[in-house]
């Protein structure tokens, strides 16, 4: 019978990104086991690039995760990369792992840590080795065009679409993206910009195909949202617009025309209203940057 290890991260694009290394590092540690993610569906797309993934079952995010969520029955090893409990370490803990790794069984949760790098210091607390920059799924060719991806999961992390439009207008051979729910959002940056109609590809991609667009873009401007991490995952110049969240949490590793904006200023991540912090950035901060790592 084969070894059989079951990994959570029942989350989004970007927290699936910011796991790679400790899946990764699972594999190199438990190569005689066959490995599971318990993540969304609509996630499958990567685990090819992932290269750490044998199977994957659906589990619905973000948000807890309720115990009958994971259907799978005694794994040798269970290892939780979605949170800190309860709800996701007793959904963890109902499947009857022989041995169970997460937070709240192990180290202590430590705020202020960058996520990638939270998922390798647990593993390592387990004896585990992961190296935080194992990030690539692939180097792109910079020979298609320039992404502006003008959504986010909240508001507070959403600037203005008006703000967007005059970056998208600054540059040359740009196109919009977005998700079927940011389509509103989009079509106003595309409309605004004066861009033709087939440049604006929000609602009409599946991730196989924002993968495939980002794998080959020369730059990626968005706010703190999954597509800044496809870019990092791509080496792809990038620039992120950081607010409520500071960039040292969630934001791309350093070097490789890669560029963080962020006001200095913390702020609700899930609220309502685009967060003062990050309208304090300026169009102009914007552009730049832009031609700065395109450069």
Same mark, same amino acid.
């Given at each position: 019978?084969?070894?059989?290890?079951?990994?959570?991260?029942?989350? %989004?694009?970007?927290?699936?990104?910011?796991?790679?290394?400790?899946?990764?590092?699972?594999?190199?540690?438990?190569?005689?086991?066959?490995?599971?993610?318990?993540?969304?569906?609509?996630?499958?797309?990567?685990?090819?690039?992932?290269?750490?993934?044998?199977?994957?079952?659906?589990?619905?995010?973000?948000?807890?995760?309720?115990?009958?969520?994971?259907?799978?029955?005694?794994?040798?090893?269970?290892?939780?990369?979605?949170?800190?409990?309860?709800?996701?370490?007793?959904?963890?803990?109902?499947?009857?792992?022989?041995?169970?790794?997460?937070?709240?069984?192990?180290?202590?949760?430590?705020?202020?840590?960058?996520?990638?790098?939270?998922?390798?210091?647990?593993?390592?607390?387990?004896?585990?080795?992961?190296?935080?920059?194992?990030?690539?799924?692939?180097?792109?060719?910079?020979?298609?065009?320039?992404?502006?991806?003008?959504?986010?999961?909240?508001?507070?992390?959403?600037?203005?679409?008006?703000?967007?439009?005059?970056?998208?207008?600054?540059?040359?051979?740009?196109?919009?993206?977005?998700?079927?729910?940011?389509?509103?959002?989009?079509?106003?940056?595309?409309?605004?910009?004066?861009?033709?109609?087939?440049?604006?590809?929000?609602?009409?991609?599946?991730?196989?195909?924002?993968?495939?667009?980002?794998?080959?873009?020369?730059?990626?401007?968005?706010?703190?949202?999954?597509?800044?991490?496809?870019?990092?995952?791509?080496?792809?110049?990038?620039?992120?617009?950081?607010?409520?969240?500071?960039?040292?949490?969630?934001?791309?590793?350093?070097?490789?025309?890669?560029?963080?904006?962020?006001? %200095?200023?913390?702020?609700?991540?899930?609220?309502?209203?685009?967060?003062? %912090?990050?309208?304090?950035?300026?169009?102009?901060?914007?552009?730049?940057?832009?031609?700065?790592?395109?450069?």
């Amino acid at each position: 019978m084969a070894l059989e290890l079951l990994a959570l991260r029942g989350l %989004g694009l970007g927290d699936l990104l910011t796991a790679v290394p400790a899946l990764r590092s699972l594999r190199q540690a438990f190569p005689a086991h066959r490995i599971t993610l318990a993540a969304p569906r609509y996630l499958e797309a990567l685990l090819p690039l992932i290269g750490a993934v044998d199977d994957q079952v659906d589990v619905a995010g973000p948000g807890p995760i309720p115990m009958e969520a994971l259907p799978f029955e005694r794994p040798d090893v269970a290892v939780n990369l979605h949170g800190r409990g309860p709800q996701s370490i007793e959904a963890l803990r109902a499947t009857d792992p022989g041995r169970l790794i997460s937070f709240g069984t192990g180290p202590p949760w430590q705020d202020g840590v960058h996520e990638v790098r939270r998922w390798c210091e647990l593993l390592e607390w387990h004896g585990i080795p992961a190296d935080p920059s194992d990030l690539t799924l692939g180097i792109s060719d910079r020979t298609g065009p320039a992404i502006v991806h003008p959504g986010a999961a909240y508001p507070a992390r959403r600037w203005p679409p008006e703000r967007f439009a005059e970056v998208a207008a600054a540059l040359d051979d740009v196109v919009i993206t977005g998700n079927a729910e940011e389509v509103p959002i989009a079509s106003r940056v595309a409309e605004l910009a004066g861009l033709p109609p087939e440049r604006m590809l929000a609602g009409r991609t599946r991730l196989a195909d924002l993968i495939d667009l980002v794998s080959k873009a020369k730059l990626v401007v968005c706010g703190d949202t999954g597509v800044a991490h496809l870019a990092t995952a791509f080496c792809v110049p990038s620039v992120v617009l950081f607010g409520p969240v500071s960039p040292k949490l969630w934001g791309p590793p350093p070097g490789w025309r890669h560029v963080a904006l962020w006001a %200095g200023q913390n702020g609700d991540p899930h609220g309502q209203r685009p967060d003062p %912090g990050l309208l304090k950035i300026e169009v102009s901060e914007v552009v730049d940057a832009a031609m700065e790592v395109i450069s």
